[in-house]
């Protein structure tokens, strides 16, 4: 069924591993510019050196306001602010104001890590006789942490301190659905506008995978040991891949109407057609076989009305994990052929719940420009991921529209249909 309203979008902003902004991005993916790198994270010298992709030269202070809510962000939260606040200023919401009642926001988010430092005197009060007393927890908590830490750390908070630094007086809703809540958020976000709900929505998502917090859960997930050449780790469907690599970003969107758009005369820089969720059980720990990915790109197609032959390319999840990426390779290429394929990770890694969001930049830049960016480090085409992966150099295209993708481990797919304007 056609969407009685059609959704534009009328701002992009970025905040990324590769570039703050959409110039500085996309720059770094017609280069080849890989933002993996040695990080400091620990003092202790003993201890390996973790690598992943973080966002340099980003000194919170300069974007936040008022600054005092630093005190209140975690980096996930800082980085939302930032990217929400490019794309709103590219939306011309200064120059071509938005009505505050009908603006809203739907952002992904995930459990966000809490700062190690934060909680080492409250630890140190519970330690009897070299063992932690968990019954010292609740006192040691109160009385040595900061009475508002816990907003530092809710994933409900992107949303609330970008609606109080826009005005931003409509909806405001979460999507906390892992690396599928950008593409999912941005969803919700059409359907709150063809509901009549509000006529533009700031929509987006950010995740940070690159905090102490989480290194040390890093054996659960399949993550690249490539610590000798950190640029080289993130190999989407290369033969080679061994192994996702952790960063950190966030990406948002202003979607409105196109009446609205026109109205008030914004730019319209791309437009959604459609998307498409779907979920596959998985049981004992099994990795999913790839039906829930076939059946959103299905959806999805569905809800743009277009056919597989449309899409002129996939921006694929492409994680570098070795099943991972043999599975949504299966499934491109049984729903969607031989469609060119990219895949932005091996730019800046995995980013969590920001992924989809900063994902999805790529690709809207990528209509305005008519190029296809390549995918890094594709060297050794794996035929167990038989996909015309674009690799090298960006590549031009006549079909101004993409397909992104996203999916999670634990079964959940997301598929969204961007088009040129």
Not at 61 to 79: A, C, G, H, N, T
Not at 98 to 121: H, K, R, T, Y
Not at 285 to 302: K, M, V
Not at 381 to 399: A, L, M, Q
Request: glycine share 10%.
């Amino acid at each position: 069924m056609a969407p009685t309203r059609e959704i534009v979008v009328t701002g992009v902003g970025v905040a990324s591993p590769i570039g703050i902004g959409c110039e500085a991005f996309w720059q770094s993916l017609c280069d080849g510019r890989s933002g993996v790198r040695s990080l400091d994270l620990y003092d202790d010298a003993a201890l390996p050196s973790p690598f992943g992709a973080a966002v340099t030269d980003f000194d919170p202070k300069q974007y936040v306001r008022p600054r005092k809510s630093l005190k209140v962000m975690s980096r996930d939260i800082q980085l939302a602010f930032l990217a929400a606040d490019l794309a709103c200023v590219e939306a011309g919401f200064r120059e071509q104001p938005v009505d505050p009642e009908q603006l809203g926001i739907v952002f992904g988010a995930e459990m966000i890590p809490c700062n190690l430092p934060e909680l080492i005197d409250a630890f140190r009060l519970c330690i009897v006789d070299g063992k932690f007393d968990f019954a010292r927890w609740g006192q040691a908590a109160m009385a040595e942490m900061y009475p508002l830490w816990m907003l530092k750390y809710l994933p409900n908070m992107p949303a609330c301190h970008i609606g109080i630094a826009q005005d931003a007086r409509g909806p405001n809703n979460s999507v906390i659905l892992g690396d599928v809540s950008s593409l999912s958020a941005a969803a919700e976000a059409v359907r709150v506008i063809e509901r009549g709900h509000a006529d533009v929505m700031i929509v987006g998502g950010t995740g940070s995978r690159i905090s102490s917090t989480l290194w040390a859960r890093n054996e659960v997930f399949e993550i690249s040991r490539r610590a000798a050449d950190p640029a080289a780790a993130s190999r989407p469907f290369d033969a080679q891949r061994d192994g996702m690599v952790n960063g950190e970003g966030a990406g948002a969107f202003i979607f409105e109407s196109r009446e609205h758009a026109d109205a008030r005369g914004a730019t319209v820089l791309a437009r959604v057609l459609g998307f498409g969720g779907a979920f596959e059980r998985c049981r004992n720990g099994r990795q999913p076989e790839g039906r829930a990915i076939r059946n959103a790109i299905g959806a999805a197609l569905r809800d743009a009305d277009i056919q597989p032959s449309d899409v002129g390319h996939v921006n694929a999840n492409g994680s570098g994990a070795v099943a991972d990426d043999r599975i949504e390779a299966a499934a491109i290429r049984d729903t969607l052929a031989d469609v060119p394929v990219t895949a932005p990770k091996s730019f800046f890694g995995h980013l969590g719940a920001g992924t989809g969001a900063v994902e999805m930049v790529a690709s809207a830049l990528s209509l305005q420009k008519g190029l296809i960016p390549p995918t890094l480090n594709y060297e050794h085409p794996d035929p167990e991921c038989p996909v015309n992966v674009v690799h090298g150099r960006p590549i031009e295209t006549d079909k101004p529209i993409a397909m992104m993708l996203n999916h999670t481990s634990f079964g959940q797919a997301a598929a969204l249909v961007l088009a040129g304007r």
